[in-house]
């Protein structure tokens, strides 16, 4: 295991969060940090709080304890400075994918002109150039989330906060759509957390990995600095020994916590 970098002003310091559901207590005394421009993979068993920290990284959730730092500043109410992309789709059905991915410009009173071509730039960004037209039904799960990348990024948010964002699709598409990810990350590198519980597609992306332990009162166990070459396709960066040395290192410590989950939501009331 390696040591999780240090940054002089992360873009993102969970310090000691505690978050407590009446007498569940679903995170307990967890800090993370994550530098400018670094890409940040939490995993671990279901149920073990990730999605709640991603929650209170976007101002979404206050913690019951802890605080929450933003470039330095201390986190009050929504993250301003973050975009969040759900695991399931958020585009507006009566909208175009066009109209979805101006739908934050607009928010923000952005002349329409502007945002119709800067959402349009970014449609052509993401592959979807000639489907801006289309509704949400119309478009393939692959071209949904393509929009929903193109309707978060063209805020241009310093931290890209992500939950799951590919777990619904096909592993074709998905490593397509891992791929763009990290194309699009490259050009213009964000502070990136993002959740999965997909180990392989952790370390693909990522600079570094964070392992959490089984809930209840989840805690990060283990952080791994992913030294693999950049750039990469997810497909290929698979294949070498690297990875899979990686890979079998994050599983030894992923497997307990695993098992302890599955035993604890047998025997949970």
């Not at 470039?71 to 695991?87: D, K």
């Not at 890209?160 to 074709?172: K, V």
Request: net charge negative; charged share 20%; aromatic share 6%.
């Amino acid at each position: 295991m390696s040591q999780q970098p240090v940054s002089a002003v992360p873009a993102l310091a969970l310090h000691d969060i505690t978050c407590t559901f009446g007498n569940y207590t679903a995170v307990a005394n967890t800090s993370l940090r994550v530098a400018d421009g670094e890409f940040v993979s939490v995993v671990g068993p279901t149920g073990c709080g990730k999605s709640t920290l991603l929650n209170v990284a976007a101002g979404l959730l206050a913690p019951t304890a802890g605080r929450v730092e933003i470039f330095g500043s201390p986190l009050v109410g929504l993250n301003a400075r973050a975009g969040y992309m759900f695991q399931a789709d958020a585009l507006m059905p009566w909208r175009t994918a066009l109209g979805n991915v101006m739908a934050g410009l607009e928010y923000h009173k952005v002349p329409e002109d502007e945002s119709k071509r800067r959402a349009t730039d970014w449609l052509e960004r993401v592959g979807l150039g000639g489907h801006g037209h289309r509704y949400p039904h119309q478009l393939s799960g692959g071209m949904r989330k393509r929009t929903a990348l193109a309707q978060t990024l063209i805020l241009d948010p310093k931290i890209l906060l992500m939950d799951e964002p590919f777990s619904a699709l096909d592993i074709q598409t998905r490593q397509l759509m891992e791929n763009e990810l990290l194309e699009l990350w490259s050009a213009n590198r964000k502070s990136v957390v993002f959740i999965t519980h997909d180990l392989e597609e952790a370390i693909s992306l990522s600079d570094r990995v964070v392992v959490l332990s089984a809930g209840p009162a989840t805690h990060p166990l283990s952080d791994f600095v992913i030294d693999l070459p950049r750039p990469r396709d997810v497909s290929e960066i698979r294949l070498t020994q690297r990875f899979l040395e990686l890979h079998q290192q994050i599983w030894n410590t992923m497997r307990d916590e695993v098992l302890k989950a599955y035993s604890y939501n047998r025997t949970a009331p």
